[in-house]
C-alpha cells in the first residue's frame, strides 16, 4: 500500500512516516524543495510538490493520502488559507480523480466551532474547518482526526476518542501518528470525525468503537 503524507517532514508527520514505515506499507513523503529531507527515516521514498501549487498527478499510484501538514496559528491568516484550507481542498480533489482509497485529514479540536476557539487561533480553525467540511462531501472515503493540544511526549497507546468531545486536554503526536496510521485502512474509521485525547482506551481498542464513540 503506497500511502502519500502531506506534511511528513512536521513533529508529527515525521513519526506518522516511520510508523507506516515500520507496518510494511509504503510512505510517500509529500516535500517542497526547501524541505529538511534528513528528519525523514532512512530510504522514504519524496515526491517534491508544494501545497500551494500542487500538480494534477500529485496522487496518482497512491492508495491512500494523509494531510497532517499545518501552519498552526502563529502564521499570517493568508498562509493558513493557502495551506490548511486551499491545499488541503486542492490535495483532496486530486486524491479523488487519482481513485485514491481513502484521505485521512489531521484536523484539530474547535474545527467544529471556530467562532468558539482562542481568538488567535480562529483563522486557523476557519481554514480546518472548511476543509473538513469538503472532505466531507467530496465523494471520497475519510476519516477525520481532531486532536487537543499536542505535546512531544513519548506515547502511551491509551487515547481516549469521541464524537462530541473528549474530557483530557492533550495527547502525544506519537499516539496521534498511530491513530492517522490506523486510520488508513481500518474499517470502523470510514466516514469517522472524532477528537482525541489521552486516555485509557488502547488505540487497538479505540479504533474498533471510533464511530460509535
Request: one cysteine or more.
Amino acid at each position: 500500500m503506497r500511502i502519500l503524507i502531506a506534511g511528513a517532514t512536521g513533529l508529527t508527520g515525521r513519526k506518522l512516516t516511520e510508523k507506516i514505515q515500520q507496518s510494511g506499507r509504503t510512505p510517500i513523503a509529500l516535500v517542497r524543495e526547501s524541505s529538511d529531507l534528513s528528519v525523514l527515516p532512512e530510504g522514504v521514498q519524496t515526491q517534491t510538490a508544494d501545497l500551494a501549487n500542487l500538480p494534477d498527478d500529485v496522487a496518482q499510484g497512491m492508495d491512500a493520502v494523509i494531510f497532517a501538514a499545518g501552519s498552526g496559528g502563529d502564521t499570517p491568516a493568508s498562509q493558513t488559507e493557502a495551506i490548511d484550507r486551499d491545499g488541503a481542498i486542492s490535495l483532496i480533489e486530486k486524491a479523488k480523480r487519482a481513485g485514491v482509497r481513502r484521505f485521512v485529514m489531521l484536523s484539530s479540536v474547535g474545527a467544529d466551532n471556530p467562532d468558539k476557539g482562542p481568538e488567535g487561533l480562529r483563522h486557523y480553525l476557519e481554514a480546518k474547518k472548511a476543509a473538513d467540511e469538503h472532505l466531507e462531501t467530496a465523494g471520497i472515503d475519510y476519516a477525520i482526526v481532531r486532536p487537543v493540544s499536542l505535546t512531544n511526549d513519548p506515547g502511551t497507546g491509551c487515547v481516549e476518542v469521541s464524537a462530541d468531545h473528549v474530557s483530557g486536554s492533550e495527547v502525544s503526536r506519537e499516539d496521534v501518528a498511530e491513530v492517522l496510521e490506523r486510520c488508513v485502512s481500518v474499517p470502523e474509521a470510514s466516514g469517522a470525525v472524532f477528537e482525541l485525547s489521552e486516555g485509557e482506551d488502547s488505540i487497538g481498542d479505540a479504533m474498533m468503537h471510533v464511530k460509535a464513540a
